[in-house]
């Protein structure tokens, strides 16, 4: 059969025309294949069925380490160089004193709150070692290991204890609701963390009962909830003084790694600064523990 030429010329310009969206299609097909990466959806043990997860949940491990980012929030508070000339860091800064997870609020076993009620001639510190004896003669008490010896021998802290009283090998002290760090008067002290910082009212401080008159006593609210509190500082800084003075409603909004006072003794005998972190429900937290240094 022969076909008239114009005939001819459509059917082959409707056979090209076809073959070239088969060849689309399968272009969009394989692209498809390689731009969506594979899901593995699990399979439950309970019912055999496939686990539905929202689309915007992440897997387990990736919620777990933002987490662990979003705890992490706080600088060490002390400004200055460690023994190799390099910056202060939460673990390399001087600790006197610990915070004691024996028998007191933050204890899970404990009905006592902090401080002369929480007293059990016992100090224990957040990696599980523990400081007992005799009621000690003096204020503040720390205790000796069982065995004797150093306590942070691996080196968790930089712990050095007090001069006059034992020093490494007595864990200071009972009672106690915050880190202490043993450097000069005047040393500066640093913002943790962004926050508002306000000097301390009378009657604010539930855990001692402190206040800015009596024992240089401040506090900054961060962001996400939590609280710092700082405790027998010299003075604020100036350009915080000066916006404060007297008033306990004012704030100054302060940056990490702001100068914002300096280490003094106002309430207490040796020099130090004595550092507490607290959650939304203004209970103690260990920043160690709870791993919230950056």
Not at 31 to 40: A, G, I, L
Not at 84 to 113: C, E, F, M, Q, W
Not at 144 to 162: A, C, H, L, M, R
């Amino acid at each position: 059969m022969i076909w008239p030429t114009k005939k001819l010329g459509e059917i082959i310009r409707y056979a090209f025309k076809g073959l070239m969206r088969v060849i689309a299609s399968r272009k969009s097909t394989i692209s498809n294949e390689v731009s969506t990466p594979k899901v593995t959806i699990p399979i439950s043990q309970s019912t055999g069925q496939k686990a539905q997860r929202p689309e915007n949940e992440l897997p387990a491990q990736e919620t777990i380490k933002t987490e662990e980012v979003a705890a992490s929030f706080l600088i060490c508070p002390i400004q200055g160089n460690d023994s190799s000339g390099a910056p202060l860091t939460p673990y390399t800064v001087k600790i006197s004193a610990v915070l004691d997870h024996s028998s007191t609020a933050i204890d899970p076993d404990s009905n006592r709150h902090w401080g002369k009620n929480a007293k059990d001639q016992k100090v224990k510190a957040f990696n599980g070692e523990i400081g007992e004896g005799a009621q000690c003669p003096q204020e503040p008490c720390g205790y000796p290991k069982k065995d004797g010896g150093e306590f942070f021998q691996n080196k968790e802290i930089n712990y050095v204890g007090v001069s006059y009283d034992g020093g490494k090998n007595t864990l200071q002290y009972d009672g106690h609701a915050g880190y202490d760090f043993s450097y000069p008067k005047f040393t500066p002290v640093v913002a943790p963390a962004d926050g508002k910082l306000y000097k301390a009212a009378q009657g604010k401080d539930l855990i001692y009962g402190a206040n800015w008159n009596t024992d240089g006593s401040f506090y900054i609210v961060h962001e996400n909830g939590f609280v710092t509190w700082f405790r027998h500082c010299e003075k604020l800084a100036d350009s915080l003084e000066t916006q404060i003075l007297n008033d306990f409603t004012q704030f100054c909004a302060v940056t990490r790694g702001d100068v914002i006072a300096y280490v003094g003794n106002k309430g207490t005998r040796p020099v130090h600064l004595h550092f507490e972190v607290r959650d939304k429900d203004g209970e103690i937290v260990d920043p160690y523990k709870d791993k919230l240094w950056k």
